[in-house]
């Protein structure tokens, strides 16, 4: 008996569903659990160590920390499943979900402890495994973007612990299981309908992918969607706090889209693949965030739009 031939078995059917169902508990326990059960697990793989041991926050952004707390009006309780931790590289980081028992960890990235170009570690710093040399006018450009104020670090703060007080967790653990089973369903219906079972195998691997490739664009776009909402609404909520956080977002991804520029000219040839000529990472099909550009105009904007209030007082 061909393997096709077993798979129309009673023995074979239940096999496959039997897989389907394992398979889609797999997808849901990948995107969930990491955010809840195995969140600490998750953070001491993207915490930043010192002789192995976490590094912890400077006072000063612990006090900065504690600002964002306060401007947010975070709750007592979210306090204490809400914990900051310094993470390797420049982009603030964070998982978990205030609506968990689990709570949310929130990465602050490197830089974020630099107040001066000078006070940069340099030897810290390598671009394609190699010393930068500093003396490029696109290597300085990059030591200037990783200096940010007060106000943008509040901002970049503020964002991750926002983007943390929603269902994201949940929805997509639901909507990843949900399209799981929906493919099985249609290649088990393709399998019915056009007898695949006992056709050449290159068609049935031909159809499963059309199929794939449906359901896989479904789940990309809606969890971009989805992660897009998110994202604006944590600009508005932050932008609606006060005039610095305005200032603050400005000032973030102004500098992020320097630093982004910088590494494209750094990287060289897998510097265009990665960012585009205005600082946004680069994309083929998905938009999975707002362009940083976007988010930019967004709060300068609101910035002209606060000067011109300040001007007709």
């Known amino acids: 008996m061909s393997s096709s031939s077993w798979f129309l078995s009673p023995n074979g059917?239940?096999?496959?569903?039997?897989?389907?169902?394992?398979?889609?508990?797999?997808?849901?326990?990948?995107?969930?659990?990491?955010?809840?059960?195995?969140?600490?697990?998750?953070?001491?793989?993207?915490?930043?160590?010192?002789?192995?041991?976490?590094?912890?926050?400077?006072?000063?952004?612990?006090?900065?920390?504690?600002?964002?707390?306060?401007?947010?009006?975070?709750?007592?309780?979210?306090?204490?499943?809400?914990?900051?931790?310094?993470?390797?590289?420049?982009?603030?980081?964070?998982?978990?979900?205030?609506r968990s028992r689990f709570g949310a960890m929130i990465g602050i990235p490197t830089n974020f402890v630099y107040d001066n170009v000078s006070s940069i570690d340099k030897d810290a710093i390598v671009v394609n495994n190699e010393p930068v040399e500093w003396f490029r006018p696109d290597a300085k450009q990059l030591l200037e973007s990783l200096v940010l104020s007060d106000d943008a670090k509040k901002y970049a703060i503020g964002r991750e612990i926002i983007m943390t007080d929603n269902k994201f967790?949940?929805?997509?653990a639901i909507a990843v299981t949900g399209i799981a089973a929906a493919y099985y369903a249609s290649t088990f219906k393709a399998n019915e309908i056009l007898g695949l079972l006992k056709k050449p195998r290159s068609l049935r691997f031909f159809v499963y992918s059309v199929i794939g490739a449906f359901y896989w664009g479904l789940w990309?776009?809606?969890?971009?969607?989805?992660?897009?909402?998110?994202?604006?609404?944590?600009?508005?909520?932050?932008?609606?706090?006060?005039?610095?956080?305005?200032?603050?977002?400005?000032?973030?991804?102004?500098?992020?889209?320097?630093?982004n520029m910088a590494?494209?000219?750094?990287?060289?040839?897998?510097?265009?693949?990665?960012?585009?000529?205005?600082?946004?990472?680069?994309?083929?099909?998905?938009?999975?965030?707002?362009p940083n550009t976007q988010r930019k105009y967004f709060f300068e904007d609101l910035c002209k739009k606060l000067e011109s209030n300040v001007e007709n007082l």
């Open 13 to 98: 059917r239940k096999f496959a569903k039997g897989a389907a169902v394992v398979v889609s508990c797999g997808l849901f326990s990948a995107q969930f659990f990491p955010h809840t059960i195995l969140l600490e697990h998750y953070y001491k793989l993207v915490a930043m160590r010192r002789l192995d041991e976490p590094v912890p926050l400077t006072s000063h952004l612990q006090k900065l920390w504690n600002q964002v707390l306060d401007d947010l009006d975070v709750s007592p309780f979210h306090r204490t499943i809400l914990r900051p931790f310094m993470v390797f590289g420049y982009e603030p980081w964070h998982a978990g979900s205030l």
């Open 169 to 172: 967790i949940y929805t997509e």
């Open 220 to 259: 990309a776009m809606q969890r971009d969607v989805l992660t897009r909402h998110f994202e604006y609404v944590s600009d508005k909520k932050l932008s609606e706090l006060n005039e610095n956080y305005v200032k603050g977002g400005l000032e973030f991804y102004s500098k992020t889209l320097q630093r």
């Open 263 to 290: 590494l494209r000219s750094l990287l060289g040839d897998k510097g265009n693949k990665v960012y585009t000529l205005k600082g946004n990472e680069s994309s083929f099909f998905r938009e999975k965030h707002i």
